[in-house]
């Protein structure tokens, strides 16, 4: 049996460290390790290729992923799916490890429905929204990024007695967001979940002013889509001189984190062992209260993730 491994969608720090332990561990199970270049794509151009350990030496350590990644649009027409499975069966790989998002695990499920293909699904994703895991590859690495940004923008902020509001990325969903709020003391932080009560952070805010504060840090998530009105507002209300700082890509980058280095052994070792258990897959591994899940694909793809009570409770404390 041969097994490849595909990186689809965006791409997650973590990502490597898989690639490489998804090399190492089916040559020591006696299994044929293959690259699917360049995601769903790539699938389609025949852009498939064998693996060795040469391949994977020395990525251990760098973000990105060295086999690419991609959106496809062209996966939704049957008839590049067909091209697909082609390109698979005259290899004779009959599993696909897939490390992306929710769009990724949805497009697979499609594959796995029309055609013999096994898959097993890694949440990888900065944004930490897939349904059935409360972590996806990439997250630690992303909120150390912003945690990091947001520090130094604290310095500046302090020292010019101004207000800055900082876009964080995440789509949809404020888990980012709103982690990062708290784990760098934002005083406002504004996600697609929750309505802020911006009448009470003024005068909350507008009473510390008063008692000295001479700056104010707002989070604000982009699917909240009101970056520049929050600068506004908070000119207009605060009385303070304020900038926007839009983190961007470059939270999408960086050497992944120990934590991340390992999950992403542990995430890899687990989708192998399904498969070559052989009785289950179209699964996805999922990690909640600090065990590993096999999820049935129906109860992650298209399903709504939900950013933890915990989480959204702690943020009634931030300010
Ligand atoms: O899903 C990861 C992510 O970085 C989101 O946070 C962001 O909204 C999106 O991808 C950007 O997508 P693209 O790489 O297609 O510009």
New binding site residues.
């Given amino acids: 049996m041969s097994i490849a491994i595909m990186c689809s ?2 791409d997650a720090p973590g990502m490597n460290p898989a690639v490489k332990k998804f090399v190492d561990y089916a040559n020591f199970n006696g299994k044929t390790p293959y690259f699917i270049y360049n995601g769903l794509e790539g699938l389609i151009n025949d852009d498939i290729k064998k693996a060795s350990h040469k391949d994977v030496s020395g990525i251990l350590h760098k973000g990105g992923s060295i086999i690419g990644s991609s ?1 496809s649009k062209r996966w939704y027409e049957k008839k590049y799916r067909q091209i697909a499975y082609e390109n698979m069966k005259k290899r004779a790989i009959e599993s696909i490890i897939v490390l992306g ?1 929710d769009g990724s695990f949805r497009a697979m499920d499609i594959f796995c429905r029309e055609f013999d293909v096994r898959f097993v699904g890694i949440p990888a ?3 930490n929204d897939i349904a059935g895991t409360e972590y996806c590859l990439g997250v630690d690495t992303a909120l150390n990024v912003i945690r990091d940004a947001s520090d130094k923008i604290r310095d500046t902020a302090s020292t010019f007695k101004r207000g800055f509001v900082i876009e964080t ?3 949809e969903c404020g888990y980012l967001c709103a982690t990062s709020a708290i784990a760098c003391g934002a005083e406002l932080c504004m996600i697609p979940e929750v309505a802020l009560d911006l009448n009470l952070a003024k005068k909350i805010l507008l009473e510390e002013i008063k008692n000295g504060r001479n700056y104010v840090l707002c989070f604000i998530a ?1 699917g909240v889509n009101k970056t520049d009105c929050m600068v506004e507002w908070m000119e207009k209300n605060l009385g303070l001189e304020t900038r926007k700082s839009v983190l961007g ?1 470059i ?2 980058g960086g050497n992944p984190t120990v934590f991340e280095r390992l999950m992403a052994f542990e995430f890899v070792v687990r989708a192998v062992d399904i498969l070559l258990r052989s009785e289950k897959s179209n699964v996805v591994i999922g990690y909640k209260e600090g065990k590993f899940l096999e999820l049935d694909i129906e109860d992650v793809a298209g399903k709504k993730y939900h950013i933890s009570r915990h989480i959204l409770d702690m943020l009634n404390y931030i300010g």
Avoid: K, L, V
């Fill in positions: 969608g965006g959106r998002g994703t900065i944004d990325m995440g789509r982009e890509y939270q999408r």
